[in-house]
T-cell receptor, first 115, second 112 residues
């Protein structure tokens, strides 16, 4: 069964600190992995997309890593800001044939940045 | 602002009723996706259309249906509504079948 597991479920950090969120997946055949940021009650916003051959991708203070061998990804946030408080969702895309792709979503990590 | 619009923003209806949610993708985007997000739950992928054709199906109930029109806007029809259908429904669009998805603001549905 294709699954995406994220940890921790929730995290509280002090403003200015760094943190790392984890994503493990069993999706196969893997196409790409995405990280989204979702503010409460708003639509998710794409942070990064990585294909099989990419190990790392950055978007400002966000850096995503991918190890396709161990099927793990992480999202590292540096110098956290209050505005980083949100849910971070890991999404894995698999090729389902006939030009179609399926997306499997993790349940997200809820990050709270406090002053 | 992602460029994806959804209407209505809020919808309150009764069990057994039928509603239609509308989505206009970003200009130039051919793919439209529908998602359901219940309270404290993760996003559930429902269905994807690409240039008018159904491309992928997720956990979409038989009571739900969708279509994408020639002008590329999409509608999600929910019928025989149940209390458990109360959720945020998001639409997203992308240029290609696999590209970055841009999410709309969502429609909040409350079934009483």
């Amino acid at each position: 069964k294709n699954q995406v597991e994220q940890s921790p479920q929730s995290l509280i950090i002090l403003e200015g600190k760094n943190c790392t969120l984890q994503c493990n997946y069993t999706v196969s055949p893997f196409s790409n992995l995405r990280w989204y940021k979702q503010d409460t009650g708003r639509g998710p916003v794409s942070l990064t997309i990585m294909t099989f051959s990419e190990n790392t991708k950055s978007n400002g203070r966000y850096t995503a890593t991918l190890d396709a061998d161990t099927k793990q990804s992480s999202l590292h946030i540096t110098a956290s800001q209050l505005s980083d408080s949100a849910s971070y969702i890991c999404v894995v895309s698999l090729y389902s044939g006939a030009g179609s792709y399926q997306l499997t979503f993790g349940k997200g990590t809820k990050l709270s940045v406090i002053p | 602002d992602s460029g994806v619009t959804q209407t209505p923003k809020h919808l309150i209806t009764a069990t057994g009723q039928r509603v239609t949610l509308r989505c206009s993708p970003r200009s130039g985007d051919l793919s439209v996706y529908w998602y359901q997000q219940s309270l404290d739950q993760g996003l559930q992928f429902l269905i994807q259309y690409y240039n008018g054709e159904e491309r992928a199906k997720g956990n979409i109930l038989e009571r739900f249906s969708a279509q994408q029109f020639p002008d590329l806007h999409s509608e999600l029809n929910l019928s025989s509504l149940e209390l458990g259908d109360s959720a945020l429904y998001f639409c997203a669009s992308s240029v290609e079948r696999q590209g970055t998805q841009y999410f709309g603001p969502g429609t909040r549905l409350l079934v009483l």
